[in-house]
């Protein structure tokens, strides 16, 4: 039976072509490999009764009525499992655990977003202070307050609730 030289470029570059479909893009961004979905920014609104639906009693405080819970009480404080951390609330990359550090404040501390453009930073004058809100860019959620009294490379100590984060094991991307 004759070979059919055709036949099998076709083969190949469909099952080229399908494998490429599969992966994620990924590009650099702050000097680390990030994919497409770690950046995805689309905005995601949702009323009350449906951030309720989806979210803890302890989440929906925190990342929608900006609460916070009690220092040394949030799951993620002393915790130092390789991995990465997103919005509780829609899955936004946030931090990885090769920037995160013990800073002995009470809450998860990280010295820099994982994508920068996945975090928003506000100005707060609520209970007396002036500080810095962290926010996820994509729902708008209450994730903590960033301070400049961090380790280098940054020096900023962002603080953050264990209650606005999920966390995924695995390879941390730093």
Known sequence: MPVNYKSIWMLILISVWVSACGQQA?????NKIVTEAAMDTTEIKKSDDEWRSLLSPVQFNILRE???ERPYTGEYDNFFNE??????????????SGTKYNSGCGWPAFYEPSVNKNILEKKDISHGMVRIEVMCARCGGHLGH?????????GLRYCINSGSLRFEPGKSKE
């Open 66 to 68: 900006k609460g916070t």
């Open 26 to 30: 990924v590009t650099k961004v702050n």
């Open 83 to 96: 991995g990465i951390y997103y919005c509780a609330a829609c899955g936004s990359e946030l931090f990885t």
């Open 146 to 154: 960033v301070f400049n009294d961090g380790p280098k490379p940054t």
